[in-house]
Every structure is written in structure tokens, then in C-alpha cells.
């Protein structure tokens, strides 16, 4: 998996593709949603810090499942009156994507 380099068009900060097929990210310095188009970048929105998390998953930790290896690409966090939990995408050594649930725990892809 190769990543890819850009200037953020915010902020002019270096950011990263986390994969070279990815289309969006976000700058880690100005929390910038930026979406690839061919050669262009573009703003598209902006987002808040995650909160912190005691999970033992976390960006960048690589894994297997069923014998494909895996790399955790991204992060959503759920919440809701009773508690919350995290959604981490995965992307596979085969070129494909799959999201891994880590809730209280228990992991399930």
C-alpha cells in the first residue's frame, strides 16, 4: 500500500493518503475534510477532535483476519445514552476495505 502527499489547501500543511486509492482525508493540523479529485484537492468541510480512546485498536495498527492482512485507515465513533464505540476502517493487503466494530471489548469485523 503506497500513500500519497499533498499541501492541504486550507492551511498549506503536508498531508497524507493513507493509501494511494484513498479520495479523502483530513489535515491533521487545521481538521480540514479534503477530498481528491484527479489532481485537485478541494475543503469540503471540517471536523472536531475524536476523543481519546483506551482501545488497544488505533490508527495505524496492523493485523490479520482470515489470513489478509490489514492496516486500520480510519476511525468513527458512535455514541449514544448508554455508551459508544468505535468503527475502525481497515484496509486490506488485497486492495479492499472492511470496518472493524470495537465495542466494550468485544472486536467484530
Not at 493509501?19 to 475543503?43: F, H, M
Amino acid at each position: 500500500m503506497t500513500s500519497r502527499s499533498a499541501a492541504c489547501p486550507n492551511c498549506g500543511a503536508t498531508i497524507t493518503f493513507r493509501w494511494s486509492g484513498a479520495v479523502q482525508t483530513i489535515c491533521p493540523y487545521c481538521k480540514a475534510v479534503l477530498v481528491r479529485r484527479d489532481l485537485d484537492l478541494e475543503k469540503v468541510g471540517m471536523v472536531s477532535d475524536l476523543p481519546p480512546t483506551a482501545s488497544p485498536i488505533q490508527l495505524g495498527t496492523e493485523g490479520k483476519f482470515e489470513g489478509d492482512a490489514f492496516v486500520v485507515v480510519g476511525r468513527i465513533v458512535y455514541q449514544y445514552e448508554r455508551g459508544g464505540w468505535n468503527e475502525w476502517h481497515l484496509r486490506t493487503m488485497r486492495g479492499t476495505s472492511a470496518w472493524l466494530s470495537d465495542a466494550q471489548g468485544d472486536l467484530a469485523i
